[in-house]
Every structure is written in C-alpha cells, then in structure tokens.
C-alpha cells in the first residue's frame, strides 16, 4: 500500500466515521427522559431547560407503565411515552417564562402529580401582560363557603327562560361582566324586582347563563373535563368518578409519604350536581378554584395547564350539570 494511498483510506475512514459519529453525539446529548409513576419519582429529570428560539429535542422512555407528555398551555399533540421504547419531539418556544409539563395518561391515582417544568430564557419576541386572574380582582376567598342558601325545587327550563327573558329589560344582568362575577343564586336575588315566580326566575338564570357560553365552547370544556376532571369528579359531575374512593382512603396515605411534612387534609371530590355548592358559585370562583388547587385536598392546580379561555369552557361546562341547556 503506497503511502498515499493510505493517507487517504484514514482520511476517508475518519470522514464516514465523522459523519455517523457526529449526529451520533448529538444525538447522546439530548439527555433521555425517564417517566416513573408520581409514587415511583415521577419525571427524572423534572426541570429542562430551553433558549427562546432554538429547538428543544426531547427523548422519553417509561420505567413502568404507558405515560404521555405535554406542554401546558401550548397547543400540541402529546406524546406517547411506552415502557422500553424510546419516543421524542422538539418544541420551540417564542416566550421566555416557567413552562409546565404534565402526564397526559390517566397512569394511577397520583397521575397529575407527574408535573416538571420547562425553564425558558431568552429575549421575548413578543410581550404579553400579566393580568390578574379574576377571583384576585374581586378579593373573593375561594376558601370561604359559597353555598346558595335557596335552590330550585324542580329543574329549571332553559327555553322557557329564553322567552321570559325577552320580556324584561334586564340588560345589565346579561353582559359577560356580570356572569363572571356573579353566582346564579345572586342573579336568582337580583330578579326578585320582576313579576316573576321563584320557578320562572329561576328559569331566566339558566337561560342567561346558557347565553354566556358557546356549543363550541362547551363541546371544549366537555373534552377537557373528560380527559382532565372525570376521573375524580365523575363523568356526570357527581364527585363519584373511579378514584373518588382511592382518593379519600389509599390518597391520604400516599400522598403524605410524598409530601413528608404537609398536613393533608384529603377530601372527597366535589359534586357538581350539587345545586347548594354550584348555584352559590360565581365562575370567578370557579376560575380561582381550578387555577389554584385545593392546596392539599387532592385537588390538583390547572393554572399552567389550561388557557384562560380553556378554563372559562370548563367552567361554562361545570354548569351544565345543573341547567338543561338546548342541544
Ligand atoms: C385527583 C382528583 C381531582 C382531579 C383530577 C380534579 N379534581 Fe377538582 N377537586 C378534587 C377534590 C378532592 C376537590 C374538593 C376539595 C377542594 O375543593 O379542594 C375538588 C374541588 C374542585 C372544585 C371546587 C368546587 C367548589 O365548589 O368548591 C372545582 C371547581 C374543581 N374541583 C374543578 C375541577 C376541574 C375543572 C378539574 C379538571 C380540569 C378537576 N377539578 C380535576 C379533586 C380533583
Ligand atoms: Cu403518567
């Protein structure tokens, strides 16, 4: 073999090496993702960190049992995570800020607990204010009780609201200010000054509460409730879905394992065909409720989950199991 010759093998051996070897390290670099059960470490590791602008690969595997991942408030497909494959995405993100991951496969009874967070830094590519979420605003105590001291003693009508609504001049009851901030009961007191009966009052609350949502607005809170609510509230609202009981007896257990030194008080899902707790609630409340969590009651917080307009659907939603809203 002349010299020459192989010079040029090792500068060709070394070139092919490089260009397997190269995306090769790379693709090592990318740190792999473990997802155990929240009672197993949950994500490890459970805070990434990512540039404003430059993709972020991300690579998962299950130690245990099928997993899912997705990035709250962003608007993407999540990602199956099986035990003993490896399954990836890349995300970009164009805000700096606190972003939360979450499981999306309901995997045991502390499946939301399986959160970590995306730390993004980098100049902003575009502003976006900070406002206040409502309950703040109007300094409610979400942890007061907001029980609706009267209730209906037959469900109201939705259609027969409608029309009687038409007959009064109640224009400032109706906007979208006041049905976030009032509860239904109020509004229920507000028309007492009308010639209506307590059942016809009634009736004209559902039917301006029915007016504060969208179908498609309420098909949205419908799915997210699904997929995010049912498995602890039911899936008709009755606080009576699968881990209602895991979540009174076995949660109380293994939730202060986990949180060695938090008071936990675990109680049972709320019921939201109850009409004392859902006449008696605004949906800032609501809003306040689910952004926030139950802080140790099992409730989870959804605040950096769901958009705000997501949250409004899912509250719009939460009434329907009161009022009998025309399909
Ligand atoms: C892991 C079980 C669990 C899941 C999942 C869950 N909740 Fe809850 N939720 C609870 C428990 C327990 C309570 C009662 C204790 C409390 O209010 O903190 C509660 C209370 C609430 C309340 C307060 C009601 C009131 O009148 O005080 C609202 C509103 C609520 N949940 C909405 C939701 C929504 C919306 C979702 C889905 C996006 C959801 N919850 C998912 C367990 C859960
Ligand atoms: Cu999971």
Redesign the pocket.
């Known amino acids: 073999m002349k010299t020459s010759e192989f010079i040029t093998r090792i500068v060709i051996t070394v070139f092919s090496l490089g260009v397997v070897a190269l995306p090769l390290a790379l693709w090592a670099q990318t740190p792999l993702i473990h997802a155990r059960i929240a009672e197993g470490g949950g994500w490890s590791p459970d805070i990434i960190q990512a540039k404003v602008g430059e993709p972020l690969h991300l690579k998962f595997t299950s130690d245990d049992v099928m997993h899912g991942f997705a990035v709250g408030q962003m608007d993407m497909q999540p990602v199956d995570i099986e035990p003993g494959k490896v399954s990836e995405t890349t995300l970009t993100f164009d805000k700096p800020g606190i972003y939360t991951f979450f499981c999306t496969r309901w995997c045991g ?4 607990r399986m959160r970590g967070t995306i730390e993004v830094t980098g100049a902003a590519t575009s502003l976006e204010s900070v406002t206040k979420p409502l309950y703040v605003t109007l300094g409610i105590n ?1 942890d007061a009780p ?1 029980n609706a001291p009267l209730v209906p003693t037959d469900p109201p009508s939705t259609v027969n609201g409608q029309e009687l609504a038409s007959t009064l001049s109640i224009s400032q009851l109706t906007t979208p200010d006041y049905y976030r901030s009032h509860s239904p009961y109020q509004l229920f007191d507000n028309l007492r000054f009308t010639s209506l009966s307590t059942s016809q009052r009634w009736d004209v609350v559902s039917a301006i509460w029915q007016a504060n949502s969208t179908p498609a607005g309420l098909a949205e809170g419908k799915q ?2 699904a ?7 039911g899936e008709f609202g009755g ?1 009576n ?1 699968v ?2 009981d895991d ?2 007896a076995a ?1 109380a257990a293994s939730m202060q394992t986990m949180n060695g030194d938090m008071a936990m008080s ?5 019921d ?1 065909t ?1 009409p004392q ?2 006449l ?2 605004s949906p800032a ?3 306040g ?2 952004l926030r ?8 917080m ?1 605040g950096s ?2 958009t705000h307009e997501q ?1 409004w659907n ?2 719009a ?2 009434y329907s199991f009161q009022f009998d809203y025309p399909k």
């Open positions: 009874l502390n499946h939301w979400l907001h997210l409730y997929q995010n609510c049912a498995a602890c509230h606080g879905g881990f209602a979540l009174a949660g675990m109680q049972t899902p709320a939201f109850n707790r859902m008696g609630a409340l609501l809003q409720k689910i969590g139950g802080m140790g009651t099992g409730m989870p959804w989950i769901f949250i899912v509250i939603y939460l």
